[in-house]
């Protein structure tokens, strides 16, 4: 790995009333222009069967700022509005390469609050960032250094559900280098009473997140379902909600973060199994417990930290039999139902624990792919 890796540091700014004002501004520019730009693309296409460009949407965006309807597009930044078409032209690449659905409209309150700063629309200087119609820099907490010499090439700012704001700095990271190399591997099986379990024999808890707050939760979605519609309280009963909800994002990413450094770092390969967690989502008895282990987000973050460390990463198909497969003499044990978590092989007289003996045939079945 030859390339600087381009990392995003992600950091908390507390912004003078002047500045979030002038950033809400920004977002609300930044979803109405996305609506614009998607509303005439789908209808160029409906009317003309005609596909169009980004080229031809920033056009639209300069005709756009000339009408009287839309002259509040020029009291903020115009690279963020140009930022959200380029997010449109990547929505519909994306959707014609088959990758994704056809790009919705942003809502006010359920899309995302954010704004996309390129090089010439902000000021970094002495450590301080100061953004585009803004007279003074931002209040950033900086939790982590910068590396040396760093200098931002894309800002990102954005407000989370519970009314924190963010900013997410783009930089090469020159301390980003492949570890040395092991000659370790492991086989990972996903799984809900354990997060995961190695073919080491190791079981990694489920810390279970969202469970344990899940009292808190239920009270606070009470208390807000109680609430009038529109109302102030009903929006600090929202808030209060949307604060528990991000307790238990953060605890969970953390967790997260810390288990996918370490199966990376102590290991040369790490083979996982290709789930459908859309798929078996469908299963309502075990979707809330599925959604708080957050497997394709662990599986997202070791395959991008395996390419920045040159490690390797194998991924199973879904439909092999690993749980059924005895990992000493390879039978298929085809009796075998979800509720057993000890077995013994019908063939060789081995005892399995189903979760170890998954994740060993997980890691013999993608050593033998390599």
């Not at 978590?341 to 998954?358: E, I, L």
């Amino acid at each position: 790995m030859g390339e600087v890796v381009k990392r995003a540091y992600k950091y908390r700014f507390y912004p003078t009333p002047e500045q979030a004002e002038q950033l809400n501004r920004t977002f609300g520019c930044v979803r109405k222009v996305y609506n614009l730009g998607l509303e005439a693309r789908t209808r160029a296409w409906a009317v003309h069967r005609q596909r169009s460009t980004y080229v031809q949407s920033s056009a639209w965006l300069t005709q756009w700022k000339r009408c009287e309807e839309l002259v509040f597009l020029n009291e903020v930044s115009s690279v963020p509005l140009q930022q959200a078409l380029r997010h449109l032209q990547a929505g519909f690449a994306a959707f014609w390469g088959k990758r994704s659905r056809y790009p919705r409209f942003k809502s006010k309150r359920k899309s995302r609050a954010s704004a996309e700063y390129t090089r010439s629309a902000f000021r970094w200087r002495d450590g301080q960032l100061t953004l585009a119609k803004m007279d003074a820099p931002l209040t950033i907490v900086w939790s982590r250094p910068l590396p040396d010499g760093a200098e931002p090439s894309t800002v990102t700012v954005s407000r989370d559900a519970a009314g924190r704001w963010f900013v997410s700095l783009l930089v090469e990271d020159s301390t980003v280098k492949p570890l040395p190399p092991l000659s370790t591997a492991v086989g990972v099986d996903a799984g809900i009473t354990s997060l995961v379990t190695l073919s080491t024999g190791e079981k990694v808890t489920n810390p279970r997140h969202e469970r344990a707050d899940r009292r808190k939760l239920a009270k606070a979605q009470r208390n807000l379902s109680r609430k009038a519609k529109d109302s102030a309280n009903r929006a600090k009963a929202r808030l209060a909600v949307a604060r528990i909800y991000a307790r238990i994002a953060d605890r969970r990413r953390d967790h997260l973060h810390k288990l996918s450094t370490r199966l990376v770092r102590e290991n040369q390969t790490v083979v996982i199994e290709d789930l459908s967690v859309r798929n078996l989502l469908r299963n309502h008895s075990l979707a809330r417990a599925i959604s708080d282990a957050a497997w394709t987000q662990l599986r997202c973050m070791i395959e991008y930290k395996a390419a920045w460390y040159g490690r390797t990463v194998i991924a199973v198909d879904r439909w092999h039999p690993s749980t059924k497969t005895c990992s000493a003499c390879g039978r298929i044990n085809t009796a075998m139902t979800l509720g057993v978590r000890v077995w013994t092989c019908s063939g060789c007289d081995a005892v399995h624990d189903r979760d170890v003996n998954a994740a060993k045939n997980i890691l013999a079945a993608g050593l033998a792919e390599r």
